[in-house]
């Protein structure tokens, strides 16, 4: 990487001419909590925003074991060999207590970390819920303006709420394994009601009709929660292993986009996001602005000393924060 991207204008120059490398230091300046970084993100958002919305955005999420980065891999070939650009954003879960990822996707996806159409990204949650980080949406803008059109956001999948994702991108794509009955059972509805396309992966070999099965009672639940509805979610099956189903999938994903440009629920949902976002953003700097309020700061640990004895009631001791804050 020359001289140029040392500058916030080169950089952009060099994300826009599909620099991986750029690219790469231009996500770990947005992902920076400095507060100088964060400044210099800003300018960097604000020149490439103009060439951001371009792709076709992916989310992809699933129970554990569900094999999503195999999936993903298996279903990236396809894509690049239909002549896109493909981007992975994959987050790894962080500790609670570390704060520390594994970070293992790049590895995991071999042939898609080699191919110079790809680019895999994985960063971690930072304890952030829903299953991406909080500068994932970022992330994504930055690949569209690399040149990528299309986007996969691999979730974390860890049991915490996965509908985040919905805010990011123009399908929801759940893997599921050839189980069915109980394990539907055990679904989190809401993931369920916000899917766009089930896939139940692993259906080969012995799996293979169970896999047919599982499909058959998900179509049939989806019907009783979401049938009417403009933009009804395909169940399909597919083995990430054989390749077998995955045209399929593509092809599906192709008459779900279709059909919700044509409905408008495209631009709807992309406005939705943007909105979305804006107040993620709103809560995220008023809660920073909180905690760093001086007299907030200061009377902070006594009160909460107090609550977790049980002195104070967390209501009172939030109210009494506040106040401090509105001066």
């Not at 955005?57 to 074991?65: H, K, Y």
């Not at 500068?135 to 974390?156: K, P, Q």
């Not at 990011?168 to 055990?186: A, K, N, S, T």
């Amino acid at each position: 990487m020359n001289d140029t991207t040392r500058t916030d204008e080169g950089l952009a120059d060099a994300v826009r001419a599909g620099d991986r490398r750029a690219l790469a230091r231009a996500i770990t300046l947005v992902e920076s909590t400095c507060a100088d970084d964060r400044a210099r993100a800003a300018d960097l958002m604000a020149r490439l925003l103009p060439h951001t919305g371009g792709s076709l955005r992916l989310g992809i999420t699933g129970v554990p074991g569900v094999g999503k980065s195999t999936f993903i891999e298996a279903f990236g070939a396809l894509v690049l060999a239909r002549g896109h650009r493909l981007a992975v954003l994959a987050v790894d879960p962080s500790s609670t207590r570390t704060g520390g990822s594994i970070l293992g996707d790049k590895t995991r996806m071999e042939r898609l970390a080699t191919s110079p159409e790809a680019f895999i990204r994985p960063s971690p949650t930072g304890g952030t819920l829903g299953g991406v980080t909080r500068r994932t949406r970022e992330a994504l803008l930055l690949c569209e303006a690399a040149g990528f059109d299309v986007v996969i956001v691999e979730t974390a999948g860890v049991g915490q709420s996965e509908t985040a994702v919905a805010d990011l991108v123009d399908l929801f794509l759940l893997l599921l394994l050839p189980g069915g009955g109980d394990e539907l059972q055990g679904l989190k509805r809401g993931i369920v009601e916000l899917a766009d396309l089930i896939v139940v992966n692993k259906a080969d070999g012995e799996l293979k009709a169970a896999a047919d099965r599982a499909a058959a009672e998900y179509a049939a639940a989806l019907n009783l929660l979401r049938g009417g509805e403009a933009l009804q979610p395909e169940v399909l099956t597919a083995s990430a292993r054989t390749g077998a189903g995955l045209d399929e999938v593509w092809s599906a994903i192709g008459r779900f986009s279709d059909r919700a440009v044509a409905i408008g629920a495209h631009a709807a949902r992309r406005a939705g996001q943007a909105r979305a976002w804006l107040w993620s953003e709103i809560d995220a700097g008023l809660e920073e602005a909180f905690r760093q309020h001086p007299e907030v700061a200061a009377r902070l640990p006594e009160l909460e000393t107090r609550v977790v004895a049980g002195e104070l009631t967390p209501a009172a001791a939030a109210a009494e924060l506040i106040r401090l804050l509105e001066g």
